[in-house]
């Protein structure tokens, strides 16, 4: 008689009470590893590829449509886990299909990209990381993995942590900005949101950082496209977010479809060995991107699909993403001694452990509770997080007098309001790229936003033209309701679908004919707030020097026209500070705060110096930029000692007054530069910040301190070492206007 999922769960049970099994640490016990090694040993070889494959449940969007052959594939214990697979009655049904109906009843994994949210949609992670509020990032996090893990998954591909300096690429959407240190940050806080403390709670769900390694910095900006830097930027710039991802537990790493170094990553033994396994120490899952493996034929790395298989495997590749290379070949591999079965056996062991740490052997319907998943989905939990996280997200970027008076916020007393653009009155667009299964009907638009907060006021709507092509027949309607109207709200940018993934754009400013319709409203002379709603920094020169007021809301999901209505009214005043640099046009890019200096740093004086012609060195916005509707001044810059040992701690210490009229939030941020290095050092470092609540007139104190841990790169030979040398250090609310001061770091404290 087959082994039953009961049968399982009693010897696990009887191991954990044996041995005090604690859910809460990743690495095993002897008790959990007992149980797998039992479990494999009586395993075939085709049953072990099966935990090494996973296909998708091709979901349609009238619902599920698992192909039949997959269902037999799980019932031969061939197919051990499922992507796209939604709802606690669908899911369950393919759960009773693993552990009713296959000879050893191994549950099933279901992961899904839940990216920003699952039914409820959040701010897209762009949007969110420019709260810089670790805090309610984490809650963002904590609560997609609740609604989603109510729906039966129980595994997310998220979060993207790709370091990206370059806005053509579409996929920035999906990260954290430009910044390593700020970015290292949000990695960690989303892991800890998602696993929290016990991943076998069924209001958590394992993660999976990605794209390992160096994803966000394809040539030219072109999605999947080639990536080829040194080894010392990659480990300065793109590799700290994934170390604190897997420092802060991370159940599963993806790799990524790029190559580094003319190696695609699914089969680079550097970065899966080398770095992944022995420097870092990670003992989880790796999975492939989707079909990641299949790709390394065209890339030129494989001979074929069974060759590209025995590279992945041998780079440590645990689980084959939807390509069934390891499915249609591993087998063959291992017959004619290719493939290494003691490989094959570190991956399954790897995939059980995780389902062990899920609860899934002990009850592999922990997450399929119908009474759960109709209570969290949409609740008023999930959408009073949403407004709040939409709020914190919106970036003021400009509010200059009009005819002597801000725009905004709003008077109370406006009486017609034109609201024009094509994400006026928009629903789906607004929960912007990677938006999972949102539910469209909820979404909050701008104008019902602003109709709630301003009902005595007129709003008349215009779509005015649309995301592409040429069609100018709505221009005339904008106007007319323009000409009308007290003020004028411009509701312009992209669509979901023009940014996020393959929506990589070579230009980068508004698009179709948005440009020219701004240029018409602007020329009716009526007061122009500019509400930019996008997936990526786009390129608003023309716009910056023509419209008083700039508010850059991206695509914030469910809530969203509430949290535009609550910033422009001024019932939240904006907080946001970019996380990533504005460019002024698409040929400046990448465009970036830690820049280094040439050997002729700019200077307008002398044509031989590293500049353009056509347009200067700096960003339209620079990292850390965001107005609020207040005022803050930053004095007294001090420092505890301008010499400090190497194991001394440097206090530094500013004040910072709300000069304003309004209650604000700011986010006093800390920079620092090595003057002079062993190899050349950036022109400044994010190395702090502290958000800090003031009233009118009041003022406070922040301090931060920095150890040389915190000033420590990496040396010719690749060692990471802190120097002793000149510093500069630097502060203030964005990272080009600062308050500087010097100090010196030395072998010795004095």
């Given at each position: 008689?087959?082994?039953?999922?009961?049968?399982?769960?009693?010897?696990?049970?009887?191991?954990?009470?044996?041995?005090?099994?604690?859910?809460?640490?990743?690495?095993?016990?002897?008790?959990?590893?007992?149980?797998?090694?039992?479990?494999?040993?009586?395993?075939?070889?085709?049953?072990?590829?099966?935990?090494?494959?996973?296909?998708?449940?091709?979901?349609?969007?009238?619902?599920?449509?698992?192909?039949?052959?997959?269902?037999?594939?799980?019932?031969?214990?061939?197919?051990?886990?499922?992507?796209?697979?939604?709802?606690?009655?669908?899911?369950?049904?393919?759960?009773?299909?693993?552990?009713?109906?296959?000879?050893?009843?191994?549950?099933?994994?279901?992961?899904?990209?839940?990216?920003?949210?699952?039914?409820?949609?959040?701010?897209?992670?762009?949007?969110?990381?420019?709260?810089?509020?670790?805090?309610?990032?984490?809650?963002?996090?904590?609560?997609?993995?609740?609604?989603?893990?109510?729906?039966?998954?129980?595994?997310?591909?998220?979060?993207?942590?790709?370091?990206?300096?370059?806005?053509?690429?579409?996929?920035?959407?999906?990260?954290?900005?430009?910044?390593?240190?700020?970015?290292?940050?949000?990695?960690?806080?989303?892991?800890?949101?998602?696993?929290?403390?016990?991943?076998?709670?069924?209001?958590?769900?394992?993660?999976?950082?990605?794209?390992?390694?160096?994803?966000?910095?394809?040539?030219?900006?072109?999605?999947?496209?080639?990536?080829?830097?040194?080894?010392?930027?990659?480990?300065?710039?793109?590799?700290?977010?994934?170390?604190?991802?897997?420092?802060?537990?991370?159940?599963?790493?993806?790799?990524?479809?790029?190559?580094?170094?003319?190696?695609?990553?699914?089969?680079?033994?550097?970065?899966?060995?080398?770095?992944?396994?022995?420097?870092?120490?990670?003992?989880?899952?790796?999975?492939?991107?989707?079909?990641?493996?299949?790709?390394?034929?065209?890339?030129?790395?494989?001979?074929?699909?069974?060759?590209?298989?025995?590279?992945?495997?041998?780079?440590?590749?645990?689980?084959?993403?939807?390509?069934?290379?390891?499915?249609?070949?591993?087998?063959?591999?291992?017959?004619?001694?290719?493939?290494?079965?003691?490989?094959?056996?570190?991956?399954?062991?790897?995939?059980?452990?995780?389902?062990?740490?899920?609860?899934?052997?002990?009850?592999?319907?922990?997450?399929?509770?119908?009474?759960?998943?109709?209570?969290?989905?949409?609740?008023?939990?999930?959408?009073?997080?949403?407004?709040?996280?939409?709020?914190?997200?919106?970036?003021?970027?400009?509010?200059?007098?009009?005819?002597?008076?801000?725009?905004?916020?709003?008077?109370?007393?406006?009486?017609?309001?034109?609201?024009?653009?094509?994400?006026?009155?928009?629903?789906?667009?607004?929960?912007?790229?990677?938006?999972?299964?949102?539910?469209?009907?909820?979404?909050?638009?701008?104008?019902?936003?602003?109709?709630?907060?301003?009902?005595?006021?007129?709003?008349?709507?215009?779509?005015?033209?649309?995301?592409?092509?040429?069609?100018?027949?709505?221009?005339?309607?904008?106007?007319?309701?323009?000409?009308?109207?007290?003020?004028?709200?411009?509701?312009?940018?992209?669509?979901?679908?023009?940014?996020?993934?393959?929506?990589?754009?070579?230009?980068?400013?508004?698009?179709?004919?948005?440009?020219?319709?701004?240029?018409?409203?602007?020329?009716?002379?009526?007061?122009?707030?500019?509400?930019?709603?996008?997936?990526?920094?786009?390129?608003?020169?023309?716009?910056?020097?023509?419209?008083?007021?700039?508010?850059?809301?991206?695509?914030?999901?469910?809530?969203?026209?509430?949290?535009?209505?609550?910033?422009?009214?001024?019932?939240?005043?904006?907080?946001?500070?970019?996380?990533?640099?504005?460019?002024?046009?698409?040929?400046?890019?990448?465009?970036?705060?830690?820049?280094?200096?040439?050997?002729?740093?700019?200077?307008?004086?002398?044509?031989?110096?590293?500049?353009?012609?056509?347009?200067?060195?700096?960003?339209?916005?620079?990292?850390?930029?965001?107005?609020?509707?207040?005022?803050?001044?930053?004095?007294?810059?001090?420092?505890?000692?301008?010499?400090?040992?190497?194991?001394?701690?440097?206090?530094?210490?500013?004040?910072?007054?709300?000069?304003?009229?309004?209650?604000?939030?700011?986010?006093?941020?800390?920079?620092?530069?090595?003057?002079?290095?062993?190899?050349?050092?950036?022109?400044?470092?994010?190395?702090?910040?502290?958000?800090?609540?003031?009233?009118?007139?009041?003022?406070?104190?922040?301090?931060?301190?920095?150890?040389?841990?915190?000033?420590?790169?990496?040396?010719?030979?690749?060692?990471?070492?802190?120097?002793?040398?000149?510093?500069?250090?630097?502060?203030?609310?964005n990272s080009e206007e600062l308050l500087e001061a010097t100090f010196n770091l030395v072998e010795q404290g004095s």
């Amino acid at each position: 008689m087959k082994p039953s999922w009961l049968h399982f769960a009693f010897l696990f049970l009887m191991a954990c009470n044996q041995n005090n099994i604690n859910r809460d640490n990743q690495s095993p016990t002897a008790a959990e590893d007992q149980f797998i090694d039992s479990l494999v040993s009586e395993m075939t070889l085709e049953e072990k590829i099966g935990q090494m494959t996973l296909l998708t449940s091709d979901w349609a969007v009238t619902g599920p449509t698992l192909r039949e052959e997959y269902r037999e594939d799980i019932r031969k214990g061939l197919a051990g886990n499922i992507f796209n697979a939604l709802t606690v009655e669908y899911n369950r049904e393919l759960q009773r299909l693993a552990v009713e109906e296959t000879r050893l009843g191994i549950p099933l994994l279901f992961g899904y990209d839940i990216i920003h949210g699952y039914k409820t949609i959040f701010p897209i992670p762009l949007a969110e990381a420019c709260s810089w509020d670790t805090t309610m990032i984490y809650e963002s996090a904590r609560l997609a993995a609740k609604e989603g893990a109510a729906a039966g998954v129980n595994w997310t591909f998220n979060p993207m942590v790709d370091i990206s300096m370059d806005p053509r690429w579409g996929r920035i959407a999906e990260g954290a900005g430009e910044d390593p240190y700020l970015g290292s940050l949000i990695a960690a806080a989303k892991v800890n949101g998602y696993q929290d403390s016990d991943l076998s709670d069924p209001e958590t769900m394992a993660a999976c950082v990605k794209h390992f390694a160096a994803y966000g910095a394809p040539e030219g900006g072109r999605d999947y496209g080639t990536v080829d830097m040194s080894e010392r930027r990659l480990r300065e710039t793109f590799l700290p977010p994934y170390k604190a991802a897997v420092d802060a537990g991370v159940a599963t790493v993806m790799t990524a479809f790029n190559e580094l170094d003319g190696v695609p990553a699914t089969g680079s033994k550097f970065l899966f060995k080398d770095i992944l396994r022995d420097e870092w120490d990670f003992n989880g899952l790796v999975v492939t991107d989707y079909t990641a493996i299949n790709e390394m034929v065209p890339h030129g790395f494989a001979m074929d699909l069974k060759h590209a298989g025995e590279l992945a495997l041998d780079a440590g590749i645990d689980m084959d993403m939807q390509g069934a290379v390891y499915y249609d070949f591993l087998k063959e591999s291992v017959e004619e001694g290719t493939a290494s079965i003691e490989k094959i056996d570190q991956a399954v062991i790897r995939v059980l452990r995780l389902k062990q740490r899920l609860g899934l052997f002990d009850d592999p319907y922990l997450y399929l509770d119908s009474a759960r998943e109709n209570r969290v989905i949409l609740s008023s939990e999930m959408m009073e997080h949403a407004l709040e996280a939409g709020k914190k997200s919106i970036v003021l970027l400009k509010n200059d007098p009009f005819i002597g008076q801000k725009l905004l916020p709003l008077s109370e007393n406006i009486n017609r309001i034109a609201l024009i653009g094509p994400l006026a009155d928009n629903q789906e667009d607004l929960l912007g790229t990677w938006h999972a299964s949102g539910v469209i009907d909820s979404v909050v638009t701008v104008r019902q936003g602003l109709e709630q907060r301003f009902p005595n006021a007129t709003i008349e709507v215009a779509q005015g033209a649309g995301f592409t092509g040429e069609d100018r027949s709505g221009f005339n309607e904008a106007i007319r309701i323009a000409r009308n109207a007290d003020l004028l709200i411009a509701a312009v940018g992209e669509n979901y679908q023009q940014s996020g993934e393959a929506a990589s754009r070579s230009e980068i400013g508004l698009p179709g004919v948005q440009q020219a319709l701004m240029e018409e409203l602007v020329a009716t002379g009526k007061p122009v707030i500019a509400l930019v709603m996008a997936g990526r920094p786009l390129v608003l020169d023309w716009i910056d020097q023509n419209v008083p007021a700039i508010v850059n809301a991206w695509h914030l999901g469910t809530r969203m026209g509430d949290a535009v209505a609550a910033v422009l009214s001024g019932d939240y005043n904006p907080s946001g500070k970019l996380v990533v640099s504005f460019p002024r046009n698409a040929g400046q890019i990448p465009v970036y705060y830690y820049m280094k200096n040439t050997g002729r740093p700019f200077d307008p004086e002398n044509k031989y110096t590293s500049k353009y012609l056509d347009v200067s060195n700096q960003p339209l916005y620079p990292f850390g930029y965001g107005l609020s509707y207040t005022t803050f001044e930053y004095d007294n810059l001090s420092l505890n000692s301008a010499e400090v040992g190497m194991d001394q701690l440097l206090e530094v210490s500013v004040s910072v007054k709300n000069t304003g009229e309004y209650a604000g939030e700011e986010t006093v941020q800390l920079y620092t530069r090595d003057l002079v290095g062993s190899v050349t050092r950036p022109v400044k470092e994010l190395k702090g910040f502290q958000k800090v609540y003031l009233e009118p007139g009041e003022s406070e104190v922040v301090t931060f301190r920095l150890t040389s841990g915190d000033l420590k790169f990496y040396n010719q030979d690749l060692e990471l070492v802190a120097e002793p040398g000149e510093f500069r250090v630097m502060t203030g609310g964005n990272s080009e206007e600062l308050l500087e001061a010097t100090f010196n770091l030395v072998e010795q404290g004095s």
